[in-house]
């Protein structure tokens, strides 16, 4: 079958995918959010689905910390914002009848700290700092560098940046071939600049600006799901975005396996088989048809040698880099900082600290510190009590009284979770010639989860249902193939 475009899926899940038939047994490797909603719409359509997940819980990286903290805080370790233009996670949020709220990143007040003290990003404070701005980025304040070196820069590529359909034309192809650092630089950012702006696209994806493909970072920069483009709309989940995939989950009832982490699949033309482990013991299932969602970063536990994958898929797991991150929350008996809603980017090795807890009630208050790439591996090393003190030590040198007001903290090394290994895509130099093969079907295998949707950038909920209703298309063309 030729592959169908994103409009084509739009359309298709608008019109509630009227000619979708189940494929006989369907096995859904994975509950994240993808994988729940893949089984969700084979299961409202009667079909015969079976969702193995290694973990004890849904949802993936839509992961809600609750424990160790007081007075029902609770912090997000994985997804937590949602834009107006999540078109599906959107569709199934009212599906399920889940709550909405404001988000925390809407009327935060961000502000950096760097050579030890606190500078906001307008042009005045920024001329009061002493940074070693180039000559022609005196009198500009982060605002306009963004419009000067991102805004500017995907307009020369309109319409084709903005397409509704992705596609790297040959205008855009080559900024596959380059890296955001040096496409800032050859549009005129100073090294300092470049630093500033940064926390504005990349805090939460943790890139790394001279290896992440340039094209991947102006197609999110043009849309609608920038941090640069937020507006009051933005929402999260009402009560942790965890809430979310326990929606799915709860209409799925027995048709999830916790604690069953899938070894072994294979197929050949009579059909698949999928082995997982229970307890001490190793079970197989046979179905029609598999649904694999599990990260690239992990899938190296699966044995694959009789699957018959495409050498394109094989080379795709092979070679996809997923982010870095480690995230850090201390407890604090009450809020010892002058800003509601404080955001800081700083030259820390923490490099982002935030409110994490801004709209629930007080008075304690959980500060999230934020750390990717290079030094997050670093951080991975640490055992979980000597994170803790180290981003302790650290967020006292720029909030002093932080070591008074620590009550407790935990941490979270996406790295070393089990079964995931990895934030989210990372996507690197060259990342769309990749892109094709790793949402490809493979005879009776079919691919879902945010890394095999049609966008070049990973972590996002409403890519990861994109790629769920693809899959469901997928699966209904292959019944009456």
């Known amino acids: 079958m030729a592959e169908v475009t994103q409009t084509d899926v739009r359309r298709e899940f608008d019109r509630g995918m009227p000619g979708v038939r189940v494929p006989g047994r369907v096995v859904v490797i994975g509950a994240g959010l993808s994988g729940l909603a893949v089984a969700y719409e084979l299961a409202e359509r009667g079909g015969d689905v079976t969702v193995l997940e290694a973990s004890d819980r849904p949802g993936g990286r839509a992961y809600t910390l609750r424990a160790p903290f007081a007075d029902g805080l609770y912090a997000e370790a994985g997804a937590m914002t949602l834009t107006?233009?999540?078109?599906?996670?959107?569709?199934?949020?009212?599906?399920?009848?889940?709550?909405?709220?404001?988000?925390?990143?809407?009327?935060?007040?961000?502000?950096?700290?760097?050579?030890?003290?606190?500078?906001?990003?307008?042009?005045?404070?920024?001329?009061?700092?002493?940074?070693?701005?180039?000559?022609?980025?005196?009198?500009?304040?982060?605002?306009?560098?963004?419009?000067?070196?991102?805004?500017r820069t995907y307009a020369t590529l309109e319409p084709d940046i903005t397409a509704a359909d992705w596609t790297p034309t040959p205008l855009l192809a080559?900024?596959?071939?380059?890296?955001?650092?040096?496409?800032?630089?050859?549009?005129?950012?100073?090294?300092?600049?470049?630093?500033?702006?940064?926390?504005?696209?990349?805090?939460?994806?943790?890139?790394?600006?001279?290896?992440?493909?340039?094209?991947?970072?102006?197609r999110h920069e043009a849309s609608p799901h920038s941090l640069a483009n937020a507006d009051p709309r933005w929402s999260k989940v009402k009560g942790g975005t965890d809430r979310f995939p326990r929606a799915f989950a709860e209409r799925l009832k027995d048709r999830i396996r916790y604690r069953a982490p899938v070894v072994r699949v294979t197929q050949d033309d009579a059909g698949a088989r999928v082995t997982f482990l229970h307890g001490t013991r190793m079970h197989t299932l046979d179905a029609d048809r598999v649904v694999v969602t599990v990260p690239f970063s992990a899938i190296r536990h699966i044995d694959l040698t009789d699957a018959a994958l495409s050498g394109a898929k094989q080379d795709a797991m092979r070679r996809v880099k997923y982010s870095s991150i480690v995230r850090v929350y201390l407890q604090m008996r009450r809020q010892f900082w002058p800003q509601d809603n404080a955001s800081f980017s700083t030259d820390l090795p923490v490099r982002w600290v935030r409110d994490a807890t801004p709209r629930l009630p007080g008075p304690r208050k959980i500060l999230e510190c934020l750390i990717t790439g290079w030094r997050a591996?670093?951080?991975?090393?640490?055992?979980?009590?000597?994170?803790?003190?180290?981003?302790?030590?650290?967020?006292?040198?720029?909030?002093?009284?932080?070591?008074?007001?620590?009550?407790?903290?935990?941490?979270?090394?996406?790295?070393?979770?089990?079964?995931?290994?990895?934030?989210?895509?990372?996507?690197?130099?060259?990342?769309?010639?990749?892109?094709?093969a790793m949402r490809r079907p493979e005879g009776r295998l079919h691919f879902a989860g945010d890394h095999t949707s049609f966008e070049p950038n990973g972590g996002s909920m409403t890519l990861a249902l994109e790629s769920a209703a693809r899959t469901v298309l997928e699966l209904g063309s292959a019944t009456t193939a």
Do not use: N
């Open 84 to 151: 107006p233009h999540c078109h599906y996670a959107m569709h199934y949020l009212r599906e399920l009848g889940v709550e909405l709220d404001t988000a925390d990143l809407v009327g935060s007040r961000f502000s950096y700290f760097a050579g030890g003290r606190f500078f906001g990003p307008d042009a005045d404070s920024l001329d009061r700092s002493g940074l070693p701005l180039a000559p022609h980025e005196k009198g500009l304040g982060v605002t306009d560098m963004i419009d000067r070196y991102v805004r």
């Open 377 to 436: 591996r670093a951080l991975a090393v640490l055992s979980p009590e000597e994170r803790i003190r180290f981003a302790l030590d650290q967020v006292e040198v720029m909030l002093p009284g932080a070591r008074e007001h620590f009550e407790t903290g935990t941490s979270v090394v996406w790295d070393q979770q089990r079964y995931i290994e990895g934030a989210y895509i990372l996507p690197e130099v060259g990342h769309s010639s990749l892109m094709p």
């Open 174 to 218: 080559p900024y596959d071939r380059r890296s955001v650092y040096e496409v800032l630089s050859e549009r005129g950012a100073s090294p300092t600049a470049i630093d500033l702006v940064e926390p504005h696209f990349l805090e939460m994806r943790g890139g790394d600006l001279k290896t992440a493909s340039a094209l991947s970072w102006l």
